[in-house]
């Protein structure tokens, strides 16, 4: 069976390590695999949920296509492209708000987060925002979904929203339930300063991530001021369990090698903190430093960047307005 892989990225700035092994590593990864359909978009519609920059944003739309160049997704097998210039997203999106419940929006642990304490002052966009995001994969009928831990809650939003639609308007299987495809052990890469919160684009401290624009010499001392507790490294999976900076870095060390969790325990076990991160910032700096160089490389070109985005939007456009043509037959309009 051909596999229908859609996924999103918002170009807010600040794209690090989290975003790379939770999102864009597996990207390329079912990109190289010819029997998937890939397509993957900037969701820039996302983005503005939350205040923008409007020079900034622009910028942050090509850095974002030049990251997932440069990390290695091919321009020719799939198609790459801005959400805000195909309108079939924001169309789908304010129909399936009329499918999607109030009820299940409330549960939504991300907008909770995002809006914080005062709630009252939140965007509507930050709110519907998972409708969106439905919109953006049931347009495709994508089958499957590679995200990081965080948008799970998403995804089963959107499966229901794709349930309620067919029901209701009694078109057996119009919409496709997506499967999503989050990488089991590395879905949430947490900051260096705290194990127990998440790698973030918007944590104030810039060394709480590895940017993947950051210079070797950053990337070292990043991961030398990360937070660690005071043992030795761990000696078994449990004791791993219980130290969230020690889970972290070795998580982190584990997915970037291809070296199974328990082998990495193994590796580091009962060595002290400073001789494990000189390894792990080898590894790290021998990873994202090519990208980090080929997105530099890539931003000269601004010509080549926005010409990629103009063909996916070419090819997105056609695809998904078909979709809405059926949408509106269906729904009567
Ligand atoms: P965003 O930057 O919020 O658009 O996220 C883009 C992709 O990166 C999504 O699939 C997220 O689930 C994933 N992601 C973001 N932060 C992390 C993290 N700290 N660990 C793992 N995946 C992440
Ligand atoms: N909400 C996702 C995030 O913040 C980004 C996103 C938007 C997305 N539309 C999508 C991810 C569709 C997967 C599929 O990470």
């Not at 296509?65 to 492209?81: E, L, M, P, Q, W």
């Not at 684009?201 to 060394?207: A, I, R, V, W």
Request: contains cysteine.
């Amino acid at each position: 069976m051909v596999k229908k892989i859609f996924s999103g990225v918002q170009p807010s700035g600040n794209l690090h390590l989290g975003n790379y092994l939770g999102a864009i590593k597996n990207f390329v990864e079912l990109n190289n695999d010819n029997d998937n359909k890939c397509i993957f978009c900037v969701v820039d519609l996302h983005a503005i949920t939350v205040k923008q920059n409007p020079k900034e944003l622009k910028d942050n739309i090509r850095e974002t296509v030049a990251t997932f160049v440069a990390s290695g997704i091919d321009v020719k097998k799939s198609i790459i492209f801005n959400q805000s210039k195909v309108p079939a997203h924001s169309e789908a999106a304010w129909i399936l708000s009329c499918v999607a419940r109030m009820g299940w929006l409330n549960r939504m642990t991300q907008f909770k987060e995002k809006a914080g304490k005062d709630k009252e002052k939140a965007s509507i966009g930050l709110y519907s925002y998972p409708i969106l995001m439905a919109a953006d994969i049931l347009l495709y009928d994508a089958t499957h979904v590679p995200v990081g831990d965080d948008q799970k809650q998403h995804l089963e939003l959107c499966r229901d929203i794709a349930q309620k639609f067919n029901k209701d308007y009694e078109v057996d299987d119009f919409f496709k339930t997506p499967e999503p495809l989050i990488k089991k052990e590395f879905s949430r890469i947490m900051s260096l300063k705290d194990g127990l919160k998440k790698m973030s684009k918007s944590e104030l401290s810039d060394n709480s991530r590895i940017n993947l624009t950051d210079e070797k010499d950053e990337i070292i001392s990043k991961i030398k001021k990360a937070k660690t507790d005071s043992l030795p490294l761990p000696t078994n999976k449990e004791e791993l369990e219980r130290r969230p900076e020690a889970k972290n870095l070795i998580g982190i060390y584990s997915s970037l090698t291809g070296i199974k969790l328990e082998k990495s325990i193994e590796k580091f076990s009962g060595k002290n903190f400073s001789e494990f991160k000189d390894e792990l910032s080898n590894e790290v700096v021998e990873k994202i430093s090519p990208i980090s160089n080929e997105i530099k490389k890539l931003l000269q070109n601004k010509d080549y960047l926005d010409e990629i985005v103009i063909n996916g939007c070419e090819k997105a456009n056609e695809i998904s307005s078909k979709k809405i043509t059926e949408i509106h037959k269906i729904v009567g309009f």
